[in-house]
């Protein structure tokens, strides 16, 4: 079969592999979609610790073609997407039920062969059933969801509160959807792109802005302000280092602010700990996606979640080197790997 091999930083390739076996307790899923994520940029870049050689693809969804022995619970034929994040189950952060924080954590796409590819072997307790009916791409978006899904959990959004979102990427969009949702009535997502704008107001941000403008953080919280006196609640989900410098002072006195997107490893950002600390802002960081993959493909399998506007376009295994090995296109939401395309 083809997959899309990291061989070493810098050096991805389209190759031919054998196809794998399932081992005791997994499944073999014969991949429909794997979305390019910023993480496979950083991996090929070498910006990201992985195990190559090794087959990228972390957010797959597709039909298993084919159970290991041992499995319940799942048979061939079944749509399924993927978690791709593996605790142990033993260390202490396991043990304390903190498994995004496991200190053994492999991860499918990084760690062992994920999605890039025509078929991929998971573990079973890895998969969550989708509905046959769903459309073959949607269950791509589970992935990224259930890492937002955390974030929006740790943010206490409640009924009636305001929120500001930072990025107006997949990770922004989704969590501009799951945000009014959790009950938000203002929602504002800041990004630079006047599409990636009107796409966030036609998803449910009640207002859109520019983060970019000099007078941003007044044209939020001032008294006449689209939020006066800030947002109960600051996500941000760019990942540079003046959106995470502005996500405090977008907050209300008293306010949260999660912190969803990555920044290089090494890389400081200056922070007023005086402001933190009078305004007593929580400032709290969301890494992946502990126990949240089940609640993704429940709210990807209901519809309720609108992923179709994400996909920006449809590539086959081979346009998937050239499209990681790039930056994202201008404008590009997500970019699908479908094995399907030649
Ligand atoms: P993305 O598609 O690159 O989106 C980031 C958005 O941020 C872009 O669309 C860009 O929109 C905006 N942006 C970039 N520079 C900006 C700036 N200087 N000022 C304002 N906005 C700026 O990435 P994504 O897939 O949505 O992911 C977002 C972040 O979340 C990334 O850092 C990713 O690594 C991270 N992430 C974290 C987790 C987790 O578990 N915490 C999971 C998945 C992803 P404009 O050009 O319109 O401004």
Redesign the pocket.
Same mark, same amino acid.
């Given at each position: 079969m083809k997959a899309v091999r990291l061989e070493a930083t810098g050096k991805l390739a389209l190759r031919e592999v054998e196809q794998p076996e399932p081992d005791i307790g997994e499944l073999l899923v014969r991949v429909d979609a794997c979305g390019i994520?910023? $993480?496979d940029r950083h991996l090929f870049l070498g910006e990201f610790p992985s195990k190559p050689p090794v087959t990228l693809g972390h957010e797959f969804t597709g039909i298993i073609e084919r159970v290991g022995e041992g499995v319940s619970g799942f048979r061939a034929g079944m749509r399924v997407t993927g978690d791709p994040n593996i605790a142990c189950g033993h260390c202490p952060e396991c043990q304390r039920g903190r498994v995004n924080l496991c200190h053994n954590l492999q991860a499918i796409g990084i760690h062992r062969d994920g999605g890039f590819a025509e078929y991929v072997c998971i573990p079973q307790q890895q998969a969550f059933e989708l509905p046959s009916a769903l459309d073959p791409l949607h269950g791509a978006f589970c992935e &990224?969801l259930a890492?937002c899904i955390?974030?929006v959990d740790l943010a206490e959004i409640r009924t009636g509160s305001s929120v500001v979102v930072?990025?107006?990427?997949?990770?922004?969009l989704l969590v501009v959807q799951l945000a009014r949702l959790a009950g938000a009535t203002n929602v504002v997502l800041? $990004?630079?792109?006047e599409e990636?704008r009107a796409l966030a107001e036609k998803l449910g941000a009640t207002a859109s802005a520019d &983060?970019?403008t000099a007078d941003i953080v007044a044209r939020l919280t001032a008294a006449d302000g689209m939020l006066p006196g800030g947002a109960d609640v600051v996500i941000e989900?760019?990942?540079?280092a003046? $959106?995470i410098e502005q996500s405090a002072s977008l907050a209300r006195r008293g306010g949260t602010v999660v912190i969803?997107?990555?920044m290089p490893q090494g890389v400081k950002v200056a922070i007023e700990p005086f402001d933190l600390l009078f305004r007593e802002i929580k400032l709290l960081s969301?890494?992946?996606?502990p126990f949240t993959h089940q609640r993704a493909a429940d709210l990807v399998a209901s519809g309720i979640i609108k992923v179709e506007p994400l996909i920006s376009r449809r590539i086959g295994l081979a346009e998937a080197v050239e499209a990681i090995s790039n930056p994202?296109r201008k404008g590009e939401?997500r970019a699908l790997v479908m094995p399907s395309i030649d």
């Open positions: 994520c910023g $993480t &990224p890492c955390h974030g930072l990025g107006g990427g997949v990770i922004g800041l $990004t630079r792109s990636k &983060p970019s989900c760019a990942g540079v003046e $959106t969803l997107g990555v969301s890494f992946i996606n994202a939401i």
